[in-house]
């Protein structure tokens, strides 16, 4: 298990996990407390109006984003995930039950309805999408293999956290 003091010491920290997980809750939460930025990788990748970036662009701002000495990312995005995971400090995995973050998605899009979320793209307003709530449903079958498979690629150390309340009490010996 990592340390308390090993946390601190991070200087690069990827939160992965799937939507609904938290990864922006807990990347916001740390921020502070490690003295780090925060890089939101969906503000990244989306521009007004739920328009998908470039795979160019997205790559570039992606890749900006953490040569940069000190960070922590929240976010997926499998296709840009090697230089992130390669040059992390530390990796935080969020692999929660399909239940959990179904049921956070829905009550997120529920409350911040038609509001941007700090960590989305300007002009991306929070709505109901059936094709992404799809994509969470499917997440454990379809996109958890390929994460687990760059995790254990990776070297860095990586926190996995399977509940909330694990995670919870992990953020309160910090």
Request: aromatic residues 10%; hydrophobic residues 40%.
């Amino acid at each position: 298990m990592v340390t308390a003091a090993e946390v601190r010491a991070a200087r690069r920290i990827a939160v992965v996990g799937c939507s609904g997980s938290g990864k922006s809750t807990l990347s916001r939460e740390l921020g502070p407390r490690l003295g780090l930025p925060v890089v939101h990788f969906d503000a990244l990748h989306w521009a007004p109006g739920w328009v998908e970036r470039d795979a160019v662009e997205t790559r570039r701002r992606i890749e900006d984003a953490v040569a940069t000495e000190r960070w922590i990312t929240d976010g997926n995005y499998g296709a840009y995930s090697g230089t992130r995971l390669a040059r992390a400090d530390l990796v935080i995995w969020l692999d929660y039950p399909r239940h959990v973050c179904m049921t956070r998605v829905l009550k997120r899009v529920w409350t911040t309805h038609g509001t941007v979320r700090p960590d989305m793209g300007e002009g991306c307003p929070e709505r109901f999408d059936a094709e992404f709530l799809r994509w969470v449903w499917n997440w454990p079958a379809h996109n958890r293999p390929g994460q687990l498979d760059r995790i254990q690629d990776c070297e860095a150390p990586v926190l996995w956290f399977r509940h909330p309340r694990a995670t919870e009490r992990w953020l309160a010996t910090l």
